[in-house]
């Protein structure tokens, strides 16, 4: 052998020998990966699942009165709990009002456009108002020129608009945007792209936005763009196992007011920027969240504290791609598989750590409750909030400063007594006489973390 086949015939070693090991090597990751998953499996403590104590109520910190009208149209569903609240105990003449609507689903899975209108009228005819309103909302979606008015805002509804003429609610944007009025809208879109984006979401040629943020990540101290804080310090965690905790950092939003070009940090208030700096103004930022009431596979019930989820980042954590997330658990996935409910702790923190509405609107006009086993023509493939099937007329509306307490009294008197009527095939998981359904266990958790939260009859006081 020459010394040139030597040469050749070592570096063909070389790459033989590095493929086996590459290889060797990959199946040993893949093989570790699972065998961790079985040994995480066999570890979980069985706390993580268990339903959590009923923190005891104290009758003197804990009385609550909500406001509730129902049986007449939308609008005037809206009027008649403003007046029984006092919008103007709620909103200051100088105040930037931000109002949080449902968008991400369409028909009984969105809030009702009327509605919204309404509440809009109603603060811009405020004796002296001279602030101005921002409507926000993050899809999760973004359209193919980035922005976040996507989704219902673009997908025509058969039921929840409620207004003559109009399909979506983007056109309460096309309205205000002919009127001299102080009135804008924010579609927020989270900073890190999603392993999801390609899934249909009922949207398969995704004509109204695709799933997951623009990839620019989280705001870096010292930007002053709009975007999205994670904050790592405050990460909310809980014991999951032997070796493992599910844990979610906290994240909230930054916007500007596309009219007045003030910035909306969620966390901090309104502010200034000019110059490279950012000046915090007295400006008060006023939060009303207006939600729907529909039955979730994953907690029971959707409405008052569960709609933060379309305010955080639901990027930062396990399917977004960025690899600053890739331990953590977004606040959607953060007790899945065996305990779905749990998500309530990560929700309950944001609330208690960034920000909580002054005022909850939960706009129960049409709600989505799967029919009862063998409705003639629905199928596993149906979604609840979109359905012509699921679809039920509560003509509800409830205001009121406390998620826990609205939730506790909606669910036994508007949302369950439908689903009763129908026998709903999946009305256990939201059944309260159970303190072991999905929603008993959800709102017992969010009460725990939250730190407070009324679940009790008799402290609870309709007007």
């Known amino acids: 052998m020459t010394d040139d086949d030597k040469r050749s015939w070592l570096s063909r070693r070389k790459v033989i020998g590095g493929g086996i090991l590459v290889a060797g090597l990959g199946a040993g990751f893949a093989f570790r990966r699972r065998l961790l998953a079985k040994l995480r499996h066999v570890t979980r403590d069985r706390e993580f699942s268990a339903t959590p104590a009923l923190v005891p109520h104290d009758p003197a910190t804990e009385k609550r009165t909500i406001a509730v009208a129902r049986g007449a149209a939308p609008a005037a569903n809206i009027d008649a709990v403003l007046d029984k609240i006092g919008l103007d105990k709620v909103v200051g003449k100088d105040d930037v009002v931000v109002i949080k609507v449902s968008a991400q689903w369409w028909n009984q899975g969105m809030t009702n456009v009327a509605a919204a209108r309404r509440l809009i009228e109603r603060i811009l ?14 899809t999760h979606f973004r359209l193919a020129d980035g922005s976040g008015l996507a989704r219902a805002f673009t997908r025509p509804s058969e039921r929840n608009v409620d207004v003559d003429g109009w399909s979506t609610l983007g056109e309460l944007v096309a309205h205000y945007r002919t009127q001299d009025a102080p009135v804008s ?6 900073g890190g792209t999603s392993s999801l984006a390609e899934d249909p979401w009922h949207d398969p040629d995704h004509t109204h936005g695709i799933y997951g943020g623009d990839g620019r990540g989280p705001i870096a101290p010292s930007d002053l763009r709009d975007g999205y804080h994670w904050d790592f310090d405050r990460t909310f965690s809980l014991k999951r196992g032997w070796f493992e905790h599910a844990k979610t950092p906290l994240t909230w939003p930054v916007f500007t007011s596309p009219r007045s070009k003030l910035q909306i940090d969620l966390a901090n208030g309104v502010f200034e920027v000019a110059n490279g700096r950012r000046t915090k103004t007295s400006r008060k930022l006023t939060w009303i969240s207006m939600v729907t009431m529909n039955e979730h596979d994953s907690t ?11 305010i955080v980042d639901m ?40 920000r909580k509405p002054d005022l909850y609107l939960a706009v129960a006009e049409w709600v989505a409750i799967v029919p009862a086993v063998g409705t003639a023509g629905w199928t596993d493939g ?3 909030r979109l359905a012509a099937l699921s679809a039920q007329h509560a003509n509800t ?5 406390d ?27 939201f059944d ?23 679940m009790d009859d008799a402290l609870i006081t309709v007007s």
Request: proline fraction near 4%.
């Open 403 to 429: 998620a826990v307490a609205i939730d506790w009294w909606g669910a036994k008197n508007v949302l369950w007594p439908l689903a009763d009527s129908i026998k709903g095939r999946n009305r256990a998981a």
């Open 397 to 401: 509306v409830i205001a009121g400063s």
């Open 432 to 454: 309260l006489r159970d303190p072991d359904s999905k929603l008993s266990r959800f709102l017992r958790y969010y009460r725990e973390v939250n730190r407070g939260g009324t």
């Open 300 to 310: 029971g019930m959707t409405a008052c504290c569960k709609s933060a989820m379309g």
């Open 185 to 190: 809208f924010v579609g927020l879109v989270d």
């Open 125 to 138: 005819g405020l004796d002296g108002f001279r602030g101005e309103i921002v409507v926000f909302e993050n």
């Open 315 to 354: 990027s930062a954590g396990r399917l977004g791609t960025d690899p600053r997330i890739a331990d953590y658990q977004s606040v959607h996935y953060f007790g899945n598989p065996e305990a779905t409910w749990r998500m309530a702790g990560p929700l309950a923190y944001f609330a208690r750590e960034v």
């Open 382 to 384: 149906m979604d609840a």
